[in-house]
Nanobody, 123 residues
Framework: QVQLAQSGGGWVQAGDSLKLSCAASGRIFSSHGMGWFRQAPGKEREFVAAIRWGNGNTYYRDSVKGRFTISRVSAENTLYLQMNSLKPEDTANYFC????????????????WGQGTQVTVSS
């Protein structure tokens, strides 16, 4: 079973940047997808971005388009989320996850999850 180990995150001021990493312990197949979700206190987990592992097609929630970039290094089975122009409303615990179907915005369709990493953006 693949395991996902996250790194990055922390406390920043509005307008700053952060980069999250997610390293898989095994191979991510080209038919799979990877995604980033986030969960703020008292709120449901929400989709942030996803990437099809095979062709690299990317998908974003509207509120992060133009600010966040999801990417992967296939040979290293590593996923990234570059977050620029961070806003206080981006504050949340961020999770990476794998989906077998290539792409999804629905958390329940992801079967392997990272441990989460906190991102806090102060105004």
């Amino acid at each position: 079973q693949v395991q996902l180990a996250q790194s990055g995150g922390g406390w920043v001021q509005a307008g700053d940047s952060l980069k999250l990493s997610c390293a898989a312990s095994g191979r991510i197949f080209s038919s799979h997808g990877m995604g980033w979700f986030r969960q703020a206190p008292g709120k449901e987990r929400e989709f942030v971005a996803a990437i099809r592992w095979g062709n690299g097609n990317t998908y974003y929630r509207d509120s992060v388009k133009g600010r966040f970039t999801i990417s992967r290094v296939s040979a290293e089975n590593t996923l990234y989320l570059q977050m620029n122009s961070l806003k206080p409303e981006d504050t949340a615990n961020y999770f990476c996850a794998r989906v077998r179907g290539g792409y999804s915005t629905i958390a329940a369709e992801y079967d392997v999850w990272g441990q989460g990493t906190q991102v806090t953006v102060s105004s």
